[in-house]
């Protein structure tokens, strides 16, 4: 039973309580949470259950198997690295949110039924928006708000589904969902919005740059890979997704390479990697899924790590647009050195992380004869390392010196970053002991002689391409500016489709008005005429007059009467 | 601050050597093709220099690409009114 006690609730308590703990225990508390929510998973295994009976369903609190187990490890390893980095983070209500945000993930993860399932998706909804709030500007507040309207609106539409499935089946237990069952749709597009597929997306570049230096850092681990967690789960093998994870894995690469804040950089990178774990669901074949699963656990890790390194940047420094930064590894040359350890494991270098996950995605669309999907997929992979890989280091650290001289990272910041980028290259490395956690029996080998010349020769010619585009002035110079992408079309288009029907409204509004007002007016004078003081009805008639009336009446009366 | 530190890659002959080096690592990976037979799942992929060529393509085009969007989607910092 103590075995089963769902690790999540460690974190949400811990979270609730933490603004009532002192200051001083408040970090420590932080960290000490998800190591002892660590220790829960690492003491249940494959086939647990805790079952509780709630609203007349039997709900299943905790459904442990290969593929919950994975993503659990690496949500509470994500924490515990969040908790260093954001020490100093202990007075805001951003590390509480933040700790009930992981921690309702983690149950979500381990959530056995649908309803199980929303009631933590939205409570990690509503935690992470107070996330993004955290950082306490307008824009922040903006952008938490669109964030906090796109999340519910999954929510929503999970529990439409979940509502028809039941209606339809009787059963909310959440295993394969698939298109074509009852509520399958409508649950693919919760998940879809998750998992920011293209055209669902603009909320994730809209509020991961505009978070605290600390808070992006969390941000960035959960809500996305809870949406390939649950895609996983309930749409593997559904030919679709490989469309669309293939779409994703190209569009958001032209607009990282034009994109002045770095943070944002990474956000439409976050997009770039998500898409190769859609499309390893999509293929759905025991090796395509393992590295869906291997690949989101190694994209958190190494994207925890980027975005501590621009959250460092932006602590020091002021700033992470690409226009006024250049030169910072003279004044932070550790976490210059930890984002290049990042940037070489999303870029899958040999002997770093991705090298060992992603491969095994690309090797499967291959073997099942997507070739032009692969072909996009590997323009991908180059993009990425062009985008992310170069763009991110090269114009934060190096580039024209901008005269910026800071100080080096915090020590606590350069500990947690340290220790991501240990993860990255000891899983690029020892690539076993995370294939040994992962959902299917797979064997796959991915240092080959092959494997890593094709790789060498993939990422120094798309380094030598920056650096001849770069030496011959024709890569475009970083520029202050907004680029639109889809969210224009609710944050211009509807704002100003709202405001002209607003005016139309208030238009017809002021005629409807004007008219009323005419029809009263003209009634006014209507009854002013016949009844007002000089009006017909309303004169003092003569006594002579009236006499004459009485005389005509009594003189008609008579002739009726008679005739 | 006066008594800055001169690093190496304040140079630009230095930064021009490793240039000409990153091109001379380039050639040495498309000419170990010759001594390793890569086991592709296609067969253009196992053409000599593939992976190069395509990452050299596919890197200009993506910029020269990301360069024509800008003229269609770049906008002023305060185009949202929220800056």
Known sequence: ?563 | MTDERNYWLDKPENVSTLYRGLWALGAVLVLLDLAVHRHEESAFAELFGFFGLYGFVACVALVLTAKLLRRGVMRPEDYYGDR
């Open chain 1, 1 to 563: 039973m103590i075995a089963e006690f769902p690790a999540g609730f460690v974190l949400i308590g811990a979270g609730l309580a933490a603004p009532l703990v002192p200051r001083a225990l408040r970090g420590a508390l932080a960290i000490a949470a998800p190591l002892v929510a660590f220790a829960l998973l690492l003491s249940i295994d494959s086939g647990d259950r805790l079952e509780v009976e709630a609203f007349g369903f039997v709900l299943q609190l905790v459904r442990a198997d290969r593929l919950s187990l994975a993503f659990g490890y690496v949500f509470v390893i994500a924490t515990v690295l969040y908790a260093i980095f954001a020490w100093e983070a202990r007075d805001g209500f951003e590390q509480p949110a933040a700790l009930v945000y992981a921690g309702s993930a983690l149950c979500a993860v381990f959530a056995g039924d649908l309803l199980t399932l929303f009631v933590f998706w939205e409570i990690s909804a509503v935690a992470s928006a107070l996330v993004v709030w955290a950082r306490g500007t307008k824009r922040a507040f903006g952008a938490g708000m669109r964030y906090m309207v796109v999340q519910l609106v999954s929510g929503m539409l999970l529990a439409a589904g979940a509502a028809i499935r039941y209606a339809e089946t009787g059963s909310l237990a959440f295993e394969f969902v698939g298109l074509g069952t009852p509520g399958g749709a409508l649950i693919l597009a919760a998940f879809g919005i998750k998992c920011a597929f293209p055209l669902l997306h603009n909320w994730l570049q809209d509020a991961y740059p505009e978070s605290t230096p600390t808070g992006t850092v969390a941000l960035s681990a959960f809500t996305t890979k809870l949406g390939i967690y649950a895609l996983a789960r309930g749409f593997a093998g559904t030919e679709v997704l490989i469309w669309i994870g293939t779409a994703m894995t190209a569009f958001p690469i032209f607009y990282a390479v034009i994109e002045n804040d770095l943070r944002r950089v990474l956000a439409y990178s976050v997009n770039n990697q998500l898409g190769f774990m859609v499309v390893g669901i999509g293929l759905g074949t025991d090796l395509a899924l393992n590295g869906a699963v291997a690949h989101a656990f190694a994209d958190i890790l190494f994207k925890l790590l980027l975005f501590m390194s621009m959250g460092a940047v932006l602590l020091r420094a002021g700033t992470v647009n690409g226009t006024d930064l250049g030169g910072l590894y003279k004044s932070m040359p550790w976490t210059a050195g930890f984002c290049m350890v990042g940037a070489a494991s999303i870029s899958a270098f040999p002997l770093f992380s991705a090298f060992v996950t992603k491969s095994m995605i690309m090797v499967s669309a291959a073997e099942q004869g997507y070739m032009w999907e692969w072909l996009v997929l590997l323009f991908a992979s180059a993009g990425v390392f062009h985008h992310a890989g170069i763009k991110i280091p090269f114009f934060a650290f190096f580039a024209h010196d901008s005269g910026i001289r800071c100080k080096e990272a915090p020590p606590h910041m350069l500990i947690a970053m340290g220790l991501a980028a240990a993860l990255c290259i000891g899983i690029g490395v020892f690539p076993d002991p995370l294939y040994s956690i992962l959902p299917r029996p797979v064997e796959y080998l991915p240092y080959t002689a092959s494997h890593v010349l094709s790789q060498l020769q993939l990422l120094v010619f798309s380094a030598l391409a920056f650096s001849w585009l770069m030496r011959t002035g024709i890569y475009p110079p970083e520029m202050r500016s907004v680029n639109l992408d889809f969210d224009w079309t609710y944050r211009h288009l509807g704002v100003r489709l709202g405001a002209g029907a607003a005016e139309a409204i208030a238009a017809l509004n002021a005629a409807a008005a004007a008219a009323l007002a005419g029809a009263a007016q003209a009634a006014g004078a209507l009854a002013r005429r016949h009844h007002g003081a000089e009006g017909l009805l309303a004169r003092t008639w003569t006594t002579g007059g009236m006499a004459l009336w009485v005389a005509i009446l009594l003189a008609a009366y008579l002739i009726v009467y008679y005739a």
